[in-house]
Each structure stands twice: as C-alpha cells, then as structure tokens.
C-alpha cells in the first residue's frame, strides 16, 4: 500500500508566499501523477494543480501565474509553491495521487491516494 503525508502549511498575511510538501511512501512501483487539491468552508473540493511523471503540468485558472507545481521523482514528493497568496486561497490542501503497485499482472495502477490536508489561511 502506499501513503501520502503533507507538510508546509501556515497562516500568511495576503501576497506572501508558502511552499507545500508532499512525500509519498510505500511499496509503491511508480507514481503516474501526483498533485493538489483544495477545499475551503463551504464549497467542494476542486483540483490546483496536477504533474505528472512525464512532467506535464495542469492548473486551475484562479492559481495560473501564481502557484507552480514540481516534482522529485526520485524522492516521490510533489511541491506546490504559492506565490502571491490571497484570502481566497485559504483551505484546507490536500495531496492527491495515483499509484502503480508491482501485482502478479505487472505494474497496476490504482487511483486516488489521499493525504490528511494541511491548513493555508491567507490573513492579515
């Protein structure tokens, strides 16, 4: 099986900058994509960024130009750098990804991994 654990959330004041971790452990043959989500009081969860393996990248509009996603494969972290955060940037950030675990089929992908979220309110 395989875990998700996230670190680097925080209280910021509006137009700072945070930096999300997110390590992914396990018995894990590979991870095709590994990325963010968000949900703030009141409203659905809703995607922030993706990246996958093969380094390409998706991102919701409202973060375009201020968030940028990263990976280290060889450590199976993703990062989200937050940059010119605002009020309506806070939520709780959730880690999302998809494994291939090694079965007597060979590598079988098995989606939507979760982490526990880490909090981000953007305040003055």
């Known amino acids: 099986q395989g875990q998700l654990v996230e670190s680097g959330g925080g209280l910021v004041q509006p137009g700072g900058s945070l930096r999300l971790s997110c390590a992914a452990s396990?018995?894990?043959?590979?991870?095709?994509?590994m990325g963010w989500y968000r949900q703030a009081p009141g409203k659905q969860r809703e995607l922030v960024a993706l990246?996958?393996?093969?380094?390409?990248?998706n991102y919701a509009d409202s973060v375009k130009g201020r968030f940028t996603i990263s990976r280290d494969n060889a450590k199976n972290t993703v990062y989200l750098q937050m940059n010119n955060l605002q009020p309506e940037d806070t939520a709780v950030y959730y880690c999302?990804?998809?494994?291939?675990?090694?079965?007597?089929?060979?590598?079988?992908?098995?989606?939507?991994?979760w982490g526990r979220g880490t909090q981000v309110t953007v305040s003055s």
């Open positions: 990246a996958t393996t093969g380094g390409k990248t």
């Open positions: 396990g018995s894990i043959f590979s991870i095709p994509s």
């Open positions: 999302n990804a998809d494994f291939e675990f090694l079965t007597g089929w060979g590598p079988t992908r098995v989606p939507d991994f």
